[in-house]
């Protein structure tokens, strides 16, 4: 169950995204970490794990879909709500295979995001 220190890092290179998703998970009692790029996500890994990772599908650079990848590669497991303003044929199946818990649509719906991030932190403490 979430408690008031549960730190979700939220990853996306549209700095307005970030922004809200900051707001509504602080809303929602979560600590939010917010980065610009997976890159700037993966050289906060040294100063600890988010219980929950959100990052969004199409960036520049490293996408999210790579950086789960990477993630998986490197034996780190966190908990990942994938975010996306473009549905296509076979991601939602490409984003689990890759370890994502959840794929969410932009513009995104408040309660399916936060149910989303407490499934997936649920999840991780059962298995």
Do not use: W
Not at 22 to 47: I, M, N, P, V
Not at 91 to 107: D, F, N, Q, T
């Amino acid at each position: 169950m979430m408690t008031p220190s549960t730190r979700v890092a939220v990853v996306d290179d549209d700095a307005s995204v970030r922004k809200a998703l900051a707001r509504l998970l602080s809303a929602s009692s979560f600590e939010t970490a917010t980065y610009g790029s997976a890159q700037d996500f993966l050289k906060s890994l040294d100063t600890g794990r988010p219980a929950c990772l959100v990052v969004d599908l199409h960036m520049p650079d490293l996408t999210g879909y790579e950086l789960q990848r990477q993630l998986v590669r490197s034996g780190i497991h966190i908990p990942t709500v994938v975010i996306t303003g473009q549905s296509e044929p076979g991601l939602r199946e490409r984003c689990k295979s890759a370890g994502a818990a959840a794929l969410l649509l932009k513009p995104l719906d408040a309660s399916s995001l936060i149910g989303a991030i407490n499934e997936a932190i649920r999840h991780e403490s059962v298995g």
